[in-house]
C-alpha cells in the first residue's frame, strides 16, 4: 500500500507540474498584475485543458501525500514526494526543450540528497 | 539572449511568494487538521473541516500558492522553478526551528547546506531557456 501511494504521488505530482508548466508556456508570460487582468488572466487559463489536466493531477498528488501521511512516517513521506524532481527534470529537457545543463542536474543530486537528510 | 535583470528580478520576488504561500498555507493546514482530528473519508466530513478557521486559511494560502506558481511558470523553466522553490524544505525546517523550538540535528543542519547549495547553482542558470511550446 505504502509503495502503491508513493508511485500515484510521484506520477500525480510529475503530470501536475508538467502540464501545468505546458499550459502556462501555451498562455504567454504574465505581465500585468492589475486585479482586474489577474482576474481575465485566471478566466483564460481556467479553460486551458492542460492547466484543468495539471489541477486534477495535483489534487490527486496532494490526496495521496495526506494518506502516505498517515500510514508512513514523515521521514519516509517527505523524501518520497521529492523523488518526482527526477522524472519532471527528464521531461523538462525531453518534452519541454529546456537546456538542462550540468548545474540543473548537480542541483537536484543535491537538494534530493538534502531533503533525505533534512526529514530524518 | 541575455535575461533581463527586470525578469531575474520578477522572478525572485515570485519564488519567494511561491515558496512563502506554500510553506505558511501547509502549516495552516496541518495546524488545523490537528485540531479538528481524523475527518474520515466522507465527502461531507472533509467539507465540514473546511469550515475551522486554520483549515480555511490554509486553503487560502494554498490558492494563493497555485497562483504565483503558475504565474512564475508562465515566464521560467520548470527545471529552474522546482529546484529553486524546494528551498521551501529549509524554509519549513527553519520555521519549526524558530516557531516550535524543535531542534535542529546535525543530520538536519547537513541537508539544510546541501538543499542550499544546490538551489544556489539552479539559482545561477537562465530563468528560461525554452521559446513557445
Same mark, same amino acid.
Given at each position: 500500500?505504502?509503495?502503491?501511494?508513493?508511485?500515484?504521488?510521484?506520477?500525480?505530482?510529475?503530470?501536475?507540474?508538467?502540464?501545468?508548466?505546458?499550459? $502556462?508556456?501555451?498562455?504567454?508570460?504574465?505581465?500585468?498584475?492589475?486585479?482586474?487582468?489577474?482576474?481575465?488572466?485566471?478566466? $483564460?487559463?481556467?479553460?486551458?485543458?492542460?492547466?484543468?489536466?495539471?489541477?486534477?493531477?495535483?489534487?490527486?498528488?496532494?490526496?495521496?501525500?495526506?494518506?502516505?501521511?498517515?500510514?508512513?512516517?514523515?521521514?519516509?513521506?517527505?523524501? $518520497?514526494?521529492?523523488?518526482?524532481?527526477?522524472?519532471?527534470?527528464?521531461?523538462?529537457?525531453?518534452?519541454?526543450?529546456?537546456?538542462?545543463?550540468?548545474?540543473?542536474?548537480?542541483?537536484?543530486?543535491?537538494?534530493?540528497?538534502?531533503?533525505?537528510?533534512?526529514?530524518? | 539572449? %541575455?535575461?533581463?535583470?527586470?525578469?531575474?528580478?520578477?522572478?525572485?520576488?515570485?519564488?519567494?511568494?511561491? =515558496?512563502?504561500?506554500?510553506?505558511? @498555507?501547509?502549516?495552516?493546514?496541518?495546524?488545523?487538521?490537528?485540531?479538528? @482530528?481524523? %475527518?474520515?473519508?466522507? #465527502? /461531507?466530513?472533509?467539507?465540514?473541516?473546511?469550515?475551522? #478557521?486554520?483549515?480555511?486559511?490554509?486553503?487560502?494560502?494554498?490558492?494563493?500558492?497555485?497562483?504565483?506558481?503558475?504565474?512564475?511558470?508562465?515566464? /521560467?523553466?520548470?527545471?529552474?522553478?522546482? %529546484?529553486?522553490?524546494?528551498?521551501?524544505?529549509? =524554509?519549513?525546517?527553519?520555521?519549526?526551528?524558530?516557531?516550535? @523550538?524543535?531542534?535542529?540535528?546535525?543530520?538536519?543542519?547537513? @541537508?539544510?547546506?546541501?538543499?542550499?547549495?544546490?538551489?544556489?547553482? =539552479?539559482?545561477?542558470? /537562465?530563468?528560461?531557456?525554452?521559446? #513557445?511550446?
Amino acid at each position: 500500500m505504502k509503495w502503491v501511494l508513493v508511485l500515484m504521488l510521484v506520477c500525480a505530482t510529475t503530470v501536475g507540474d508538467v502540464f501545468r508548466s505546458l499550459g $502556462m508556456r501555451r498562455h504567454g508570460e504574465i505581465r500585468d498584475f492589475r486585479p482586474g487582468a489577474i482576474g481575465k488572466a485566471v478566466g $483564460m487559463v481556467a479553460s486551458n485543458s492542460f492547466v484543468i489536466i495539471s489541477t486534477c493531477a495535483m489534487a490527486v498528488s496532494f490526496f495521496s501525500f495526506l494518506k502516505l501521511v498517515s500510514i508512513a512516517p514523515m521521514s519516509f513521506a517527505v523524501p $518520497m514526494s521529492a523523488a518526482a524532481f527526477i522524472p519532471e527534470t527528464l521531461f523538462a529537457r525531453v518534452l519541454l526543450k529546456e537546456a538542462v545543463d550540468w548545474r540543473r542536474w548537480t542541483g537536484v543530486g543535491l537538494i534530493l540528497i538534502g531533503v533525505f537528510f533534512i526529514s530524518q | 539572449m %541575455p535575461e533581463t535583470s527586470e525578469l531575474r528580478a520578477k522572478t525572485r520576488l515570485f519564488a519567494v511568494l511561491t =515558496v512563502l504561500t506554500n510553506v505558511a @498555507g501547509n502549516s495552516a493546514l496541518t495546524k488545523g487538521m490537528h485540531q479538528v @482530528g481524523d %475527518p474520515g473519508n466522507t #465527502p /461531507a466530513a472533509l467539507i465540514g473541516a473546511l469550515f475551522h #478557521p486554520w483549515v480555511a486559511l490554509g486553503v487560502a494560502l494554498l490558492i494563493v500558492w497555485t497562483l504565483t506558481h503558475m504565474a512564475l511558470l508562465s515566464w /521560467a523553466d520548470l527545471s529552474y522553478v522546482m %529546484p529553486v522553490t524546494a528551498v521551501s524544505y529549509v =524554509v519549513t525546517a527553519l520555521a519549526a526551528r524558530f516557531f516550535l @523550538g524543535e531542534t535542529v540535528s546535525l543530520m538536519r543542519w547537513a @541537508g539544510i547546506v546541501l538543499i542550499t547549495s544546490g538551489v544556489t547553482l =539552479v539559482g545561477r542558470t /537562465a530563468v528560461s531557456s525554452s521559446g #513557445p511550446v
